[in-house]
């Protein structure tokens, strides 16, 4: 653990290091220091095969960054800075997807790249964010919401596969369902089967569809009224006392 002063002035280095606008870092005795700690972790990491061990250990990196990162995000004037792109990273492999935005943010306004890999930051963004979300998911972790729709929001513009861009929908589809928000998660997922027809949401689709259709009005209820029966004729009543004797006929 680096003590608070020690936090203290490499927020101060990384400040005044980004400041450097357009400049390349590779001269800042600062910033070199930090490379070769970054070299360091990342040979420790190298020597881990577990992903999950992995980002464990990259959970156990990053506080020693966060003066740097802070320093940078205050002051910087959009200098390449490999360190703050790291830990961006990091922490989405860490499944800090709020983190990671906090620097994606810096970083596509000033058009960061990343120091490794072919992937531009906009769809490293995407890719990495879905996929974390995705962790959280399954390991039935709350995903927040307002952070896979900055992501569009921020990555809308940017050019990459359609296959990324669906997979990022497709995700925010289903935790828009699960937080019962239908017509929202249709939307989404609806755009994610525009962008690749084999993202595999058809069924999901019907089901909402079905759910959102209106459910028809039920009938108005009408009185039954009973067929009126006719009462049976009453019969006369019978006469009381003996009855008279027949007539003698005659003879």
Not at 31 to 56: C, F, H, P
Not at 130 to 148: C, D, G, H, S
Not at 169 to 177: A, D, E, Q
Request: overall charge positive; glycine content about 4%; hydrophobic content about 40%.
């Amino acid at each position: 653990m680096t003590s608070p002063a020690a936090r203290h002035m490499m927020r101060v280095s990384a400040s005044e290091t980004a400041q450097r606008d357009a400049v390349p870092l590779r001269n800042a005795t600062a910033y070199e220091q930090m490379l070769v700690k970054l070299a360091a972790d990342n040979r420790t990491l190298k020597q881990i095969s577990s992903k999950e061990r992995k980002a464990a250990k990259k959970r156990e990196l990053l506080p020693f960054y966060l003066p740097w990162v802070a320093g940078v995000l205050d002051s910087g004037k959009g200098a390449q800075d490999d360190i703050v792109m790291t830990v961006m990273l990091w922490r989405l492999d860490a499944d800090d997807i709020a983190g990671a935005l906090e620097i994606a943010r810096y970083a596509m306004t000033y058009g960061l790249t990343m120091p490794v890999g072919r992937r531009p930051t906009p769809c490293l963004l995407a890719e990495e964010v879905t996929l974390a979300a995705q962790r959280l998911l399954a390991a039935k972790q709350p995903v927040e919401l307002a952070n896979l729709l900055d992501t569009i929001a921020l990555t809308e513009r940017a050019d990459m596969p359609d296959i990324v861009r669906a997979k990022l929908h497709k995700i925010t589809g289903y935790v828009l369902r699960d937080a019962k928000q239908l017509p929202e998660a249709l939307a989404h997922l609806q755009r994610a089967i525009q962008l690749e027809s084999t993202i595999g949401v058809k069924k999901d689709i019907e089901q909402l569809a079905r759910q959102l259709r209106p459910k028809p009005e039920p009938a108005p209820k009408t009185q039954k009224t009973k067929p009126r029966t006719r009462k049976p004729a009453a019969k006369p009543a019978a006469r009381r006392g003996r009855p008279p004797k027949a007539a003698k006929a005659a003879g």
